[in-house]
């Protein structure tokens, strides 16, 4: 948000509720930007060379010409693009995203089915990252120029350097190859039959390396955001009032510096959703997670369109989703720092 | 010469830059002597098959699955990632720098609708679109240059607009306007020279940002068939980490330190070039 548009929630917010108006701010963002997701994706889905119908027949291998032909008109490839495109957006209003030939499903099915488990897995990682990075960053700042500092700094330096696919690899020849701790992939064990909390903990144990390599190299972003952020706070007057009223170092830290520090953190998180995303896509990749970035890679590989096109719409809707709470929450916590 | 000189005193002061540089130097000579130390194809069957790394002097860093020579992959590997991170990092730039000039000089409508613009191309989540764009452009070096550019310019473009929109109405931008100097010149030739700081950092944090990228896509067996990179050394090798960690491990470790290397490099630019914020 720049701050023209939060200079204005801050004014009308005495008339309507601030929630509703951050939530509308967003909206009218978010509309345009949706609608032109749409005719990009539809587009550029299209120019993709070599076509489902011949990937498709290749699965079943091969198969005779009107049969081709026969399919081809059933997924209306044989229209003009225009009418294709039409087709697709009438469609797309009443959440029927076609057929996908690969999965033999609604592509509404496999992309719920897939849904689920990689919002799953962001928000374990998201939440690692934005704890490990807020003690880290508030750590480093508390012992500005000693070992402590220098390590920390050191060490998201060098994670941020890390290739994810890396550092999953790495992980699964320590914890899984090695030491034998934790499963090399997957999202269950495969007919072992467990339900409840039993089932949970069994999928708990699956997460930890995905939602561990994920959440790593955002911790690293995120302890160097708020390790600068509280350094550029460390001489300002408010902490130096704040100590000079004997405050203790904790209180000022957590309770005078760190909000300060989470507005540019929230934002940081919001803008890089959607690179959060895409880093599912090599993670679910190298554990075999069932989620969206793994049916990404296989849609694109296997020239699946509905399905690539479903997917970076609900993408694109599931950032446009998590950028409103993210807004919210930045607001919130303006309107605290307001009237403190 | 002086003022080079002095840039170098500033920028030595920063010992991790001064390493940073180091490993960008010693990768820059490794792409570049590839050819010259190592004639042939580098994809060649060198030896026996998973040959461990500090075993033999014939092969320091061992061989793959197939009898290939990691040591050698290794050097014409930097050649491609090198390359990807420069040519990408520079067509991001000019793409960025463009839009963002542009959005901060002229503001009003025009800066309302490339800004808007640019926040749509944020919400599009990158790896994604750029695996769809390698795919539609044939997987090829260009095609993975212009997908990481096309997916990394709106941070650029920001960081632009921002500077831009500082100068704008500073006093010799409007001089320059009251003497009736054409838009185009003031851009160029007034305002860019004093905003190009913060856009070299930015441009060499998206160098880095780059090499990752394209490893990520190579990782995923989508880079370019026809060269050695070292992201496709690491993807090639996931089949065999389970015994054979060396394959993909060393590989992975070169992207590392590259990355890091220039990460360094920037910090140190950024010291050197912005003076006054490095004695907060």
């Known amino acids: ?340 | 010469m002086e003022p080079l000189l002095q840039f170098w005193r500033r920028y030595r002061q920063n010992r991790g830059a001064v390493f940073g540089l180091a490993i960008v130097l010693t990768a820059s000579a490794m792409a570049l002597l590839a050819p010259w130390l190592f004639p042939g194809d580098p994809r060649r069957i060198a030896g026996a098959p998973y040959i461990a790394p500090f075993v033999t002097w014939q092969f320091p860093l061992g061989t793959d699955q197939l009898g290939r020579d990691i040591f050698v992959q290794l050097f014409y590997g930097a050649r491609v990632s090198l390359l990807v991170g420069i040519a990408a990092s520079l067509v991001t730039a000019l793409i960025g720098c463009t839009i963002g000039a542009l959005a901060g000089f002229y503001g009003g409508r025009l800066g309302a609708l490339l800004m808007r613009g640019t926040e749509m191309f944020q919400t599009i989540p990158d790896i994604m679109l750029a695996l769809v764009l390698v795919t539609i452009l044939q997987a090829s070096l260009l095609s993975v240059i212009i997908s990481i550019a096309i997916v990394s310019w709106t941070t650029v473009a920001r960081v632009t607009r921002a500077e831009f929109l500082k100068f704008r109405s500073q006093d010799f931008v409007l001089a320059c306007v009251v003497m009736g100097m054409p838009s185009w010149r003031i851009i160029v030739s007034q305002i860019f020279p004093n905003v190009l700081p913060p856009i070299v950092v930015m441009t060499s944090i998206i160098a880095a940002g780059a090499i990752l990228a394209e490893s990520s896509l190579s990782f995923l067996g989508l880079g370019d068939p026809n060269s050695v990179s070292w992201g496709m050394m690491t993807g090639a090798g996931r089949s065999v980490f389970r015994n054979a960690w060396y394959v993909s491990g060393i590989p992975g470790l070169a992207i590392l330190m590259a990355v890091l290397g220039i990460n360094l490099v920037s910090d140190g630019l950024n010291d050197a070039l912005n003076p006054r914020r490095r004695e907060r």
């Open chain 1, 1 to 340: 948000m720049d701050a023209s548009s939060s200079q204005a929630v801050r004014v009308r917010r005495k008339t309507t509720p601030w929630a509703f108006q951050v939530a509308v701010n967003r909206l009218k963002q978010a509309i345009p930007t949706i609608a032109c997701v749409l005719v990009v994706n539809f587009f550029l889905v299209r120019l993709i060379p070599g076509d489902p119908v011949d990937a498709f027949v290749a699965k079943a291998q091969g198969a005779d010409q009107a049969f081709k032909d026969h399919i081809r008109h059933e997924m209306g490839l044989d229209e003009p693009i225009w009418v294709q495109f039409g087709i697709y957006l009438s469609k797309v209003a009443h959440l029927d995203f076609g057929w996908s030939f690969q999965n033999s499903a609604p592509v509404l099915d496999v992309i719920l089915l897939r849904l689920w488990p990689t919002v799953l897995l962001l928000v374990f990682s998201i939440g690692v990252s934005l704890l490990g990075g807020v003690f880290l960053g508030v750590t480093a700042a508390r012992y500005s120029q000693t070992w402590k500092d220098r390590t920390i700094a050191f060490m998201s330096m060098v994670l941020y350097a890390m290739p994810a696919f890396w550092i999953g690899l790495s992980l699964i020849v320590v914890f899984s190859v090695k030491l034998r701790l934790l499963p090399v992939g997957g999202f269950d064990t495969v007919g072992s039959g467990k339900t409840g909390i039993a089932y949970a903990l069994d999928v708990g144990r699956h997460m930890t390396l995905p939602a561990l390599t994920l959440g790593l190299f955002y911790l690293a972003v995120y302890t160097r955001l708020v390790r600068a952020s509280m350094f550029e706070l460390l001489d300002s007057d408010f902490v130096r009032t704040a100590r000079a009223k004997g405050l203790s170092e904790r209180t000022v830290l957590w309770r005078h510096m760190l909000p300060h520090a989470l507005l540019p953190l929230l934002t940081l998180v919001g803008v890089q959703l959607g690179s959060l995303l895409s880093g599912v896509i090599v993670i679910e990749t190298v554990f075999s997670w069932p989620g969206l970035g793994r049916l990404t890679f296989q849609a694109a590989l296997q020239r699946d369109y509905n399905v690539l096109l479903a997917i970076l719409l609900m993408s694109t809707v599931l950032v446009v989703c998590a950028n409103l709470i993210v807004d919210l929450l930045s607001a919130w916590i303006d309107r605290r720092m307001d009237v403190n």
